[in-house]
Nanobody, 115 residues
Framework: QVQVVESGGGSVQAGGSLRLSCVAS????????LGWDRQAPGKEREGVAS???????SYADSVKGRFTISQDNAKKTLYLQMNSLKPEDTAVYYC?????????WGQGTQVTVSS
């Protein structure tokens, strides 16, 4: 079993920045980070940023140029740097990990952006 814990969320004003972190623990052998999803109230969960197998990253159009995904393999930690935040970025953000055929998410971290 892989445990996933997201942190770093909070309340900020529009234009502000936050850095989310995701730590994997437990039986992590063979697991790898896939990226970040988010879910806003009343909306479906959507992909925000992904790590691709070729070492590059991809982003939802709505966050391109503002969000940056990165990872520290030694610390088994995934990050999401979020700049120029907008009220529409308000959501619960989830880190996604794959191990074999299984996907794991944590409880999420709340990001609230006020105008």
């Amino acid at each position: 079993q892989v445990q996933v814990v997201e942190s770093g969320g909070g309340s900020v004003q529009a234009g502000g920045s936050l850095r989310l972190s995701c730590v994997a623990s437990g039986y992590t052998i063979g697991s790898y980070f896939l990226g970040w999803d988010r879910q806003a109230p009343g909306k479906e969960r959507e992909g925000v940023a992904s790590l691709l197998s070729d070492g590059t990253s991809s982003y939802a159009d709505s966050v391109k140029g503002r969000f940056t995904i990165s990872q520290d393999n030694a610390k088994k930690t995934l990050y999401l740097q979020m700049n120029s935040l907008k009220p529409e970025d308000t959501a619960v953000y989830y880190c996604k990990i794959r191990r074999g055929y299984a996907l794991y998410w944590g409880q999420g971290t709340q990001v609230t952006v006020s105008s």
